[in-house]
């Protein structure tokens, strides 16, 4: 174990000293950011696709078939998850490295708006957000929050049933956020992966992208991901709440002692 803990301080002191010298950092994040906010994953222990089949349940053909199906099983219980989710350390620490200047985009597959609360001003949604809600027919948006779970699915004021702004499983990605993600990806100098098990694309794609054009890309997670030992040039194994504060922590230090000299 102890090995362990001096591989790991040992990878921190080096992703600061990494991404203290750039202006160009940006970061792919997936559910495992907001795991210590109180969301599950979808995948591995005590993931939401251990429990529902998201071919049954996330799919836009499985929605189409039957809304009420869907909102009862699936989009109830994420909305009493994400109603109650606050910003953790790791979305704190990625504010921050956006204050000082390092960090600027961040390309997220999650869709519980956690990144904006935290203070991230440039997050693009890869999978849309569940802080909307949107008429299948009229097209209007309304916030969740505002919606209520007394009717069953929910309607808009025109009668067409509502669905949350995000990505259903079957649905393109929103061609704007793709193309962005493609560009900032290639114009990066360092991308760090956080958080996302790196298998549905085409999110998993953008740090073969980066890496491609001379980016370092760095990841946080507990796990090795098909990234690791090929694109991601050095995996940092823990969770991303303590390791992105000691990353920030480290930063801090060596600017502070850049500006002393
Ligand atoms: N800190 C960092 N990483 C963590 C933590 C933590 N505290 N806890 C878990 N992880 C890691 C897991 O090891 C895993 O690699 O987060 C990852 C979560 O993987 P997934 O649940 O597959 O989430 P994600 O990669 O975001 O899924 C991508 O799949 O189902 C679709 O639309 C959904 O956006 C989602 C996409």
Redesign the pocket.
Same mark, same amino acid.
């Given at each position: 174990m102890k090995t362990e803990n001096i591989i790991m301080e040992d990878l921190i002191k080096k992703a600061a000293k990494d991404i203290a010298g750039s202006n160009k950092v940006i970061a792919l994040t997936?559910? +495992? =950011?907001s =795991?210590?906010s109180g969301i599950p994953?979808?995948? +591995?222990e005590g993931?939401l696709?251990e429990k529902i089949d998201?071919m049954e349940f996330a799919h836009i053909d499985a929605f189409l078939r039957d809304p009420a199906k869907v909102w009862n099983i699936l989009i109830r219980e994420m909305k009493d998850i994400v109603d109650k989710a606050r910003p953790n350390d790791a979305h704190k620490g990625l504010s921050k490295l956006e204050k000082l200047g390092i960090l600027n985009v961040i390309i997220t597959? !999650?869709v519980d708006g956690l990144h904006q609360m935290a203070g991230n001003s440039d997050v693009i949604e890869f999978?849309g957000n569940f802080a909307w809600q949107k008429c299948l027919d009229c097209g209007k948006k309304i916030e969740t929050f505002k919606i209520s779970l007394n009717e069953i699915p929910p309607k808009c004021s025109c009668g067409g049933i509502l669905r949350p702004d995000c990505v259903f499983f079957g649905e393109m990605i929103p061609p704007e956020h793709l193309m962005r993600s493609r560009k900032v990806s290639y114009e990066c100098d360092i991308m760090l992966v /956080?958080? *996302?098990?790196?298998?549905?694309q085409p999110?998993a794609y953008m740090p073969v992208i980066a890496k491609e054009s001379g980016a370092i890309v760095i990841e /946080? !997670?507990?796990?090795s *991901?098909p990234l690791t030992g090929s694109i991601s040039n050095y995996l940092i194994r823990g !969770?991303? +709440?303590k390791i992105i504060k000691e990353i920030v922590a480290e930063v801090e230090r060596l600017m502070q002692s850049i500006k002393n000299v």
């Open positions: 997936g559910a +495992g =950011v =795991v210590e994953p979808f995948r +591995g993931g696709w998201p597959q !999650n999978h /956080i958080g *996302t098990s790196a298998l549905v999110a /946080i !997670n507990p796990e *991901t !969770n991303a +709440g």
